[in-house]
C-alpha cells in the first residue's frame, strides 16, 4: 500500500474473535450453501471460497435469475478479475448501489480476499434477495483505517456496522413469521414424534388402496413416489406414469419426481415456503414435514 491517498480498512484481531462475528460468518456460510445446494457447491469459509467470482455468478443466477456470459472456471488472476468486473457491474445494478462512494466492496477488495467487504457485500446481497432471512443483529468491528498520505501513513481506529441492530418488537415479530413447522422441530422429540405419527397415519390412510404404505416418514418421500401419488388421491387427479419415474434410481430422476410434485402443489394453490426438492431428496426432515403438514392441513378433515 504506497499511493498518496489510498485509504484501506483492517479488522481489529480482537473483532475477529467477536462471537457475534462468528455467528454472522456461520450464517453467511449456511445461507450460501442452502442457496447453492442443488448445484453442489460448498463454501468453506468466505475468506478462501469468494474471492474468484464463481461463488457469486452461482449465486446471482439462482436468486436474481441472472445468466451472464462469463467462463465458469477462472484460474487465472487476470481472468478471475475479469470475472468478478461483470459480476459485480450487474451485483451493484440489483442492489441498488449507484452511488460508488457509499459501496463498501470493489473487485480489487473481492479479489484480494478482504473479509470486511465480503461481509458487506453478503449482508448487502440477503437484504436484497431475501429479506426474510434473519441475520445475527447488532455486529459491530471495530477496523484500523490506514490512510497513505504526503506526509505519510495515518490511521485512525473506527467501528463499522455490518448489521443493524433489533428492538424487543423486532425479535417479537421474526418470532411470530417463523415457519410453524420450523417452530415444531424446536420441540422435545417426543412431541415432534407423536406429530409425525399422526402425519404417517393420514399418509397411509390415502394411499392404503394403493397397496402402499409408509413407515419411515423420513425417508420414504425422498424418491417423489409416494409424494405423487399421495398427491393424485388427495387432490383427485391422474398423474401419467409416463410424465415420471415409478421405479427411480438416480438422483436426478428423485429429483424430476419431487420437483413435478412440488410443481403440482403450487398449480393447486399451496403455499410452501422456502422448500426446495433437493432438500427431499437429500433426506431433509424439514423440508418433507412442510409439505406433508400443508397437505394434511387442507385435507385433514376427509
Known amino acids: ?8 480498512k483492517l479488522i481489529q484481531p480482537t473483532s475477529l474473535k467477536d462471537p457475534k462475528l462468528e455467528k454472522l460468518k456461520e450464517a453467511l456460510v449456511d445461507w450460501i450453501n442452502k442457496t447453492l445446494k442443488p448445484e453442489h457447491i460448498v463454501v ?4 478462501e471460497d469468494m474471492y474468484d467470482g464463481l461463488v457469486l ?21 487476470t ?20 452511488d460508488s462512494s457509499q459501496i463498501k466492496w470493489n473487485v480489487k477488495l473481492i479479489h484480494n480476499k478482504d473479509l470486511l467487504a465480503t461481509l458487506h457485500l453478503l449482508v448487502a446481497m440477503v437484504r ?11 455486529v459491530k468491528i471495530e477496523v484500523v483505517v490506514v490512510e497513505v498520505s504526503k506526509s505519510g501513513i495515518k490511521s485512525d481506529v473506527q467501528v463499522e456496522i455490518l448489521t443493524e441492530g433489533s428492538s424487543d418488537t423486532d425479535s417479537l415479530s421474526n418470532t ?7 417452530q415444531l422441530l424446536k420441540l422435545e422429540a417426543h412431541k415432534v414424534n407423536t406429530v409425525k405419527k399422526a402425519l404417517v397415519h393420514f399418509v397411509n390412510q390415502h394411499i392404503s388402496s394403493l397397496g402402499l404404505q409408509v413407515i419411515d416418514m423420513d425417508k420414504q418421500f425422498a424418491d417423489g413416489v409416494i409424494l405423487l401419488l399421495l398427491i393424485g388421491q388427495l387432490e383427485g387427479f391422474f398423474i401419467p406414469l409416463f410424465d415420471f419415474n415409478l421405479t427411480p434410481v438416480s438422483d436426478s430422476e428423485m429429483l424430476h419426481n419431487v420437483t413435478l410434485a412440488l410443481d403440482l402443489l403450487k398449480d393447486t394453490g399451496f403455499q410452501l415456503s422456502n422448500v426446495d426438492p433437493q432438500d427431499i431428496v437429500s433426506l431433509d426432515t424439514t423440508a418433507t414435514f412442510k409439505v406433508l403438514y400443508a397437505l394434511f392441513n387442507k385435507h385433514k378433515g376427509k
Not at 411470530?176 to 420450523?182: G, V
Open 57 to 77: 455468478h452461482h449465486l446471482l443466477s439462482r436468486l436474481a435469475d441472472v445468466h451472464l456470459n462469463v467462463e465458469e472456471m477462472a484460474l487465472t488472476s
Open 1 to 8: 500500500m504506497s499511493i498518496t491517498g489510498e485509504k484501506r
Open 79 to 98: 481472468a478471475q478479475i475479469r470475472k468478478l468486473e461483470i459480476i459485480m457491474e450487474e451485483l451493484d445494478k440489483r442492489l441498488g448501489t449507484q
Open 44 to 47: 468453506q469459509t468466505l475468506e
Open 176 to 182: 411470530e413469521r417463523e415457519d410453524p413447522i420450523e
Open 128 to 138: 436484497c434477495f431475501q429479506p426474510e432471512l434473519d441475520l445475527p443483529p447488532d
